[in-house]
């Protein structure tokens, strides 16, 4: 199963941004999608997941209010709408994939090469 992400771009602080995420790959069940970021020197973060059979959603405190994940125009494809963006929101943004390989029965746990969201003041 392979994750492509799109939509980073530098932007000012206050405006808003959309990321997509989208799976491939042939023969596996998707359960949850979400958004992780990470910094050089920092440890990678949660942002915000997605159950694609439940639709819960998690959000880390941070972005609480300000983010939003949500299912696509495809069952394996969210997008992290991101508003009112902050300078401490710059980050790479990396997509994460949890489901099945139907083929093996076995779970898997992908991530996507990432894409890099710059917020200037």
């Known amino acids: 199963v392979r994750l492509a992400e799109s939509g980073g771009r530098s932007v000012r602080a206050g405006t808003s941004l959309r990321l997509s995420c989208i799976a491939s790959?042939?023969?596996?069940?998707?359960?949850?999608m979400g958004w992780y970021r990470q910094t050089p020197g920092k440890q990678r973060e949660l942002v915000a997941t997605l159950s694609l059979s439940s639709r819960a959603t998690n959000y880390a405190d941070s972005v609480a209010g300000r983010f939003f994940v949500s299912q696509g125009d495809a069952r394996d494809r969210i997008i992290l709408q991101m508003d009112r963006l902050k300078p401490e929101d710059t980050a790479v943004y990396l997509c994460?994939?949890?489901?099945?390989?139907?083929?093996?029965?076995?779970?898997?746990?992908?991530w996507g090469q990432g894409t890099q969201v710059t917020v200037s003041p």
């Open positions: 994460n994939g949890r489901g099945v390989d139907l083929a093996t029965a076995r779970s898997f746990d992908t």
């Open positions: 790959g042939s023969r596996y069940h998707m359960n949850d």
